[in-house]
T-cell receptor, first 113, second 112 residues
Framework: GEDVEQSLFLSVREGDSSVINCTYTDSSSTYLYWYKQEPGAGLQLLTYIFSNMDMKQDQRLTVLLNKKDKHLSLRIADTQTGDSAIYFCAESKGANTGNQFYFGTGTSLTVIP | NAGVTQTPKFRILKIGQSMTLQCTQDMNHNYMYWYRQDPGMGLKLIYYSVGAGITDKGEVPNGYNVSRSTTEDFPLRLELAAPSQTSVYFC???????????FGDGTRLSIL
């Protein structure tokens, strides 16, 4: 099966950087994603990276991919209280698996004012 | 933009009752999915569909059924509700190039 693992909790002070980590087991993953879930809401796609990339930056978000170690991270610069949420890492191998997605258990980020 | 719309948002069922969770998308996506999310857990795939008329089981299909008669709609049916099916249910659809998944706001279902 597919295993995507994340630490459960992270606390940071407002204005600091947050780094959320994720490990996955399947080296044939084609796409890797980060989603944000606020209380009582659905999952919102934050950013994604193709497996042939090492890094992607999008405003305050930086995604780093280490394929050798099967490690994905999400860095949020200048973390704000509105960033408090659960962050899910996910992977997909595309059409080879009917475009199925595999999710981690989520990291709950708490931003302390 | 409507995106992925799920109804109802909340529902309480008695054990043994049946119901259909509705999901519709207006993005002309071929791929659609149903997940359940239990407290402190990630998302578990129940069923998915790669196009109208085609459905496949995911990781946790027991107790559920789906149909996909149109591209837009992907209803999920619970025939005999059990307490273990108390959960938050999310419907999603995805484009294929790039492969990006969009979620509805969820249906919170309690079975008592």
């Amino acid at each position: 099966g597919e295993d995507v693992e994340q630490s459960l909790f992270l606390s940071v002070r407002e204005g600091d950087s947050s780094v959320i980590n994720c490990t996955y087991t399947d080296s044939s993953s084609t796409y890797l994603y980060w989603y944000k879930q606020e209380p009582g809401a659905g999952l919102q796609l934050l950013t994604y990276i193709f497996s042939n990339m090492d890094m992607k930056q999008d405003q305050r978000l930086t995604v780093l991919l280490n394929k050798k170690d099967k490690h994905l991270s999400l860095r949020i610069a200048d973390t704000q209280t509105g960033d408090s949420a659960i962050y899910f890492c996910a992977e997909s191998k595309g059409a080879n698996t009917g475009n199925q997605f595999y999710f981690g258990t989520g990291t709950s980020l708490t931003v302390i004012p | 933009n409507a995106g992925v719309t799920q109804t109802p948002k909340f529902r309480i069922l008695k054990i043994g009752q049946s119901m259909t969770l509705q999901c519709t998308q207006d993005m002309n996506h071929n791929y659609m999915y149903w997940y359940r999310q239990d407290p402190g857990m990630g998302l578990k795939l129940i069923y998915y569909s790669v196009g109208a008329g085609i459905t496949d089981k995911g990781e946790v299909p027991n107790g559920y059924n789906v149909s996909r008669s149109t591209t837009e709609d992907f209803p999920l049916r619970l025939e005999l509700a059990a307490p273990s099916q108390t959960s938050v249910y999310f419907c999603a659809s995805s484009s294929s190039q790039p492969l990006l998944q969009h979620f509805g706001d969820g249906t919170r279902l309690s079975i008592l």
